[in-house]
Each structure stands twice: as structure tokens, then as C-alpha cells.
């Protein structure tokens, strides 16, 4: 491993003399491009050792500096390569210099107009918001990011799979409105696909719930939309959830309601979204008399 780090420093260092010995008037006049595409090679080649010996700061320092210098010849492909190996080195250490090199990466690759790169990319930044950094607001505005480009490419199941984090989170910070209008438009368009239409049902019932974090009523309405647009939806074991929880709900019965949950889980398990959005709904049994 020491060794490794060793060499590393050492590939840095002559790649620093190599790329030096390009410069300048007299670096320029002879054989200044293929010494920078060398010095290029021995940034990755460092960078490759310092990997070897985990070292990642250094890593993502090593693929940044190669990074530079490509964009310096004009090969931007190579450069937003780097730029990604960088990020996925900085990712283990330091996650703010992670999202940086590949927002870096995400500019020259839709700069070339590869967008499915592009979202590709987004993704990882909206991973390292959701997962290192805890920064939902942030997660939630690259997975929109992704599904836009996604939906440019008429990548639509990719671009789905990303609203449906936005809109998971966007309920989770109790942004009913917009979590139902995400999975009610990913329903219809699993219903048009007859490989994802049964996926429907999980999506129209996550929509139904959101609409009972806001209003009883309008969850009510929302279920007849369902139905009249999804005819097997109302066979479903999410169905006759909502429809006790409903009845609970207009009861004022917190016990019905657990009962409800707890019969529902036994077949289904319930898990850490659904557990925190049904717990919400039931306080409103005792918090809000309006619901009677």
C-alpha cells in the first residue's frame, strides 16, 4: 500500500516537470501537445496508484489534474471522464468535492449534448445529497434535473424512477400536493405499458394516502378517480386499506384504523415511508375534529 503511494507521488511529480516543460514559448515550439497528453497519462496513472493505496483525496486530485489538462487539448470526452473518476474518489472523503467534479462532468457532457450522460450524473449528485450529505431539498432537485433530461431523450422509465424519488421525498417533507401529482402521473403512464401496468396499483395508492395527509375529502374523490381509471384497482388490498382507513377516519376510530394497519402489514409489510406517512394520518384522528 506504501508503495502504491509512492509511486503515486512519483507519477505526480514527473507529470508536474512534464507538463512545466510544456509551457512557454520554447515548451510550445517543441512537442508541447504530446507533452501535456503525457503529463495527462501520468495524472492518471498517479491517480491509479493513489486508488490502489486508498488514497482518495489524492485520487480525485490526481483524475482533476488530468481533467485539466485535457480540457487544455480539447478533449472534453476525457476530461468529464476524469471528472467522474474524481468524484467517485472524492465520494469516500469528501462529498462536497465529489458533487463539484461531477457537476464539472455534467457541463461538458451537455455541452456535447449527451443528456442521458448528463442525468446519469445527476443521479449520483442526488445520491450523495440523499445518503452522505442528508440534504433532501438538494436530492430532490437533481433527481428533477435527471428526470428532465431523461424525458428529452424519451427515456421515460428512467425519467420515472427518478420522480418517484422526488416525489418519496417531497412527501416525506410533507409536500402532499406535489408527491400526488408525481405519482398520480407515473400511474397513467405504467398504465400504458403492459409490462408496468400492475406497478400502477403501488403508485395510486401512495397518491391516496398523500391526499389523505391534506383532506378527507379529496382522498375520497381521488379514489373514484382511481377506480374509474384503473377497474382492478378496487380488488386490490391497497384499496380496502384506504377504504377502512377512510371509515376509520370518519369515525374518529383510532382503533379501527390500527387494525387496519396492522392487518394490512401482516400480508404486506410496511415499510419505513409508508410506516411514517400512516402515522401521520392516523394523528389526525385526535388532532383535527374536522375529519368527522
Known amino acids: 500500500m506504501a508503495d502504491n503511494e509512492v509511486k503515486g507521488k512519483q507519477f505526480m511529480a514527473d507529470a508536474d516537470k512534464k507538463l512545466k516543460s510544456s509551457q512557454g514559448f520554447f515548451g510550445s515550439m517543441f512537442g508541447g501537445p504530446q507533452k501535456q497528453e503525457e503529463a495527462c497519462e501520468l495524472y492518471q ?8 493505496a486508498k488514497k482518495w483525496q489524492e485520487a480525485g486530485d490526481a483524475f482533476c489534474r488530468a481533467a485539466t489538462v485535457s480540457i487544455s487539448l480539447d478533449s472534453k470526452h476525457e476530461a468529464a471522464t476524469s471528472y467522474v473518476d474524481a468524484g467517485s474518489c472524492y465520494k469516500k472523503v469528501d462529498p ?6 461531477l457537476q464539472q462532468a455534467i ?4 455541452d456535447k449534448g449527451k443528456f442521458t450522460m448528463a442525468a446519469k450524473h445527476y443521479i449520483s449528485i442526488a445520491e450523495i445529497y440523499e445518503n452522505e450529505l442528508i440534504e433532501l431539498d438538494k436530492a430532490i432537485e437533481n433527481y428533477e434535473k435527471a428526470a428532465d433530461f431523461y424525458k428529452g431523450e424519451d427515456s421515460n422509465s428512467s425519467a420515472n424512477k427518478c420522480l418517484l424519488k422526488v416525489a418519496m421525498y417531497s412527501a416525506q417533507q410533507m409536500n ?17 405499458n403492459s409490462l408496468l401496468k400492475y406497478s400502477a396499483k403501488d403508485h395510486f395508492f401512495k397518491a391516496a394516502l398523500c391526499h389523505l395527509c391534506i383532506d378527507l375529502q379529496n382522498a375520497q374523490l381521488a379514489l373514484q378517480r382511481y377506480n374509474d381509471s384503473f377497474a382492478t384497482f378496487a380488488d386490490s388490498r391497497e384499496y380496502k386499506l384506504l377504504q377502512k382507513l377512510i371509515g376509520a377516519l370518519e ?3 383510532e382503533d379501527a384504523y390500527t387494525e387496519a394497519v396492522k392487518e394490512y402489514d401482516s400480508i404486506s409489510r410496511l415499510d419505513q415511508w409508508l410506516t411514517t406517512i400512516l402515522l401521520r394520518i392516523k394523528k389526525s384522528i385526535s388532532s383535527d375534529p374536522d375529519l368527522r
Open 45 to 52: 496513472r498517479a491517480a491509479n496508484m493513489f486508488k490502489m
Open 96 to 101: 462536497k468535492k465529489a458533487i463539484s467534479s
Open 107 to 110: 457541463e461538458i457532457y451537455t
Open 176 to 192: 402532499y400536493s406535489k408527491a400526488c401529482q408525481i405519482y398520480e402521473e407515473v400511474a397513467s403512464s405504467a398504465m400504458d
Open 251 to 253: 369515525d374518529q376510530n
